[in-house]
């Protein structure tokens, strides 16, 4: 049986189960030119004022689902702390989503909040948190010059390749990500950097080749002389 359109069949969800929820979005890959054969739906659903929020993951109409259950107040929470993050999944799901249920506005609103929240971008990184990037890449790519073992050299390997997506957005104020949303970002931010990190990873010295032109563009490789002191130290 063929499956319902995916806004009807989030719709159709929020009349049967969500009917006195404030609101309903569905968002994510399922509504862009990246839909494959396994997205879901997925959803935010603001209701009145609760104890906690909640994830609830079922079918419905042939669709995986993920519903994200929060009041005004702790979606605001949790939008503040992707964006803090600089991980903005929720903030980006209400941004491009739709709305499928909006008793009283307040869709609207989160939308047009979002949509400016991402507009002005993440928060520039410090200088520590450069220097913490830098540091650990440096590290991971001594790893990776002084292996031989073929599975330390996969997991090595692996790590560099986000170490590196990490800090090239990092550095260029851009938005993160995490796995597939990663190579995403960091398309939107450099296709020609993305391609290249994505088929170096089973060539060695392709792959410090490109992590090392990330790290000359932010001061090069850190080892000598970098300090950080506990805060928990007196």
Sequence with gaps: MERMEPVAAARLLARESYGDALTVIVGGSVLTEHRTSTSDLDMVV????????????????????????????TLAAYCADNLARRWPGIPRLIAGGAIVSDRCGLGGRLQAEMRHRLAEGPAAASPAELDAHRYELTDLLDDLTGTDDPGETAFIACRILTKTAQLALLAARHWQGNGKWMFRELRDHDVALAD???????????????????????GGPLREGYRVTDPRDP
Excluded at 51 to 57: A, E, L, Y
Excluded at 196 to 202: C, D, G, Q, T
Excluded at 204 to 212: D, E, H, Y
């Design 196 to 218: 290249r990190l994505a088929h170096a990873l089973s060539d060695t010295a392709q792959l410090s080749a490109v992590a090392g032109e990330v790290l000359d563009g932010v």
């Design 46 to 73: 603001v209701t009145g004022e609760r104890d906690s929020p909640c994830r609830h993951s079922l079918s419905w109409a042939g669709w995986p689902v993920e519903v994200l259950i929060h009041d005004e107040r």
